[in-house]
Nanobody, 124 residues
Framework: QVQLVESGGGLVQAGGSLRLSCAAS????????MGWFRQAPGKEREFVAV????????NYADSVKGRFTISRDNAKNTVYLQMNSLKPEDTAVYYC?????????????????WGQGTQVTVSS
């Protein structure tokens, strides 16, 4: 079955960096676009970033543009999220997700598969 497994979360001070990874199995990874979402306590799940099948196209939420970078390695079936200049408001559970088409990619309910999430906590 399809599995998406996130890793790399943790506790970091404001201004620090983290790199999240999401390892995929059970699907043809290069046939899926990959997205990152996050959900803070009491808030709705929100779009963070997305990357196309070969990594040619990316898109970011305004709140993370210029600080976060999404990338993928299709040989390793893995997508990454490099997070720099972290802020306390970036604190959330971060999820990776997969879908086939590069449309409506900011909508969480458009995705077919989800990981279990990894906690990112940024202290001030």
């Amino acid at each position: 079955q399809v599995q998406l497994v996130e890793s790399g979360g943790g506790l970091v001070q404001a201004g620090g960096s983290l790199r999240l990874s999401c390892a995929a199995s059970g699907l043809t990874f290069s046939s899926y676009i990959m997205g990152w979402f996050r959900q803070a306590p009491g808030k709705e799940r929100e779009f963070v970033a997305v990357i196309s099948w070969k990594g040619t196209n990316t898109n970011y939420a305004d709140s993370v543009k210029g600080r976060f970078t999404i990338s993928r390695d299709n040989a390793k079936n893995t997508v990454y999220l490099q997070m720099n200049s972290l802020k306390p408001e970036d604190t959330a559970v971060y999820y990776c997700a997969a879908k086939r088409r590069f449309v409506r990619f900011t909508a969480w309910d458009e995705y077919d598969y989800w990981g279990q999430g990894t906690q990112v906590t940024v202290s001030s």
